[in-house]
């Protein structure tokens, strides 16, 4: 479903991906390891359009997005696909609910229907009823599940999540990695997940394990 072949990527003087492939399948859970500075960050804002590789092809179902531009690649980005970063990045003046219906209302959905899927995914991750709170209101657990929601408001084709557990307990962290198997269950969903968490990464379909730039085999 999303391939990526020879992707580089340089800042400056410093190469940080040196040709790197990768193939994602439909449905697939897949993690990628590594120390840090290995590019795994970089490679994944690249293959979810934050970023521009310097040489290389990326395509999701056959559209090489990094071909569009402007409102096109956004819109390609706020319905194709979904993020979950460490840092919630929740909207403060905005109600959990709110700040799941954001992407949808961006979307230019009906209102009715976004609010009915959003509603129905805060119920589905067990936060349901802190739907009118705001995010300063909510624990750290519960605001990285309001982010996943976000994340899945538009059924992405794929959702991308760079160390999604890094600022949760061992609790918490756990709970979200089983949420990711639960919610690949129910709607077939694909995530691609940059960690430094071993127990999420063996409990993925695949490892991936990057090193100075490049995947290792």
Request: proline letters at 3%.
């Amino acid at each position: 479903m999303l391939k990526a072949r020879d992707i580089h990527k340089k800042y400056g003087s410093l190469e940080v991906l040196k040709g790197v492939d990768i193939d994602i399948n439909k449905g697939e859970i897949v993690s990628i390891v590594g120390s840090s500075g290995a590019g795994k960050s970089t490679l994944l804002h690249i293959l979810g359009t934050l970023d521009k590789p310097d040489n290389g092809s990326v395509a999701l179902e056959k559209v090489d997005y990094h071909q569009l531009s402007g409102k096109k690649l956004a819109a390609f980005r706020n319905t194709h696909i979904g993020f979950v970063f460490q840092f919630h990045h929740l909207l403060p003046e905005f109600t959990a609910l709110e700040n799941v219906c954001i992407p949808g209302w961006i979307a230019g959905k009906k209102k009715k229907d976004i609010t009915d899927r959003a509603e129905h995914l805060l119920e589905i991750l067990g936060i349901g009823t802190r739907k009118d709170n705001k995010p300063q209101a909510l624990s750290g657990g519960e605001q990285q599940r309001v982010a996943v929601a976000r994340a899945l408001i538009n059924n992405p084709k794929i959702v991308f999540a760079d160390e999604p557990t890094g600022n949760l307990d061992s609790v918490n962290a756990r709970e979200l990695h089983q949420l990711f198997f639960d919610l690949r269950k129910q709607f077939d969903q694909t995530f691609l997940i940059v960690t430094h968490n071993e127990e999420l990464a063996q409990m993925s379909d695949r490892v991936l394990h990057m090193k100075d730039g490049k995947m290792l085999l």
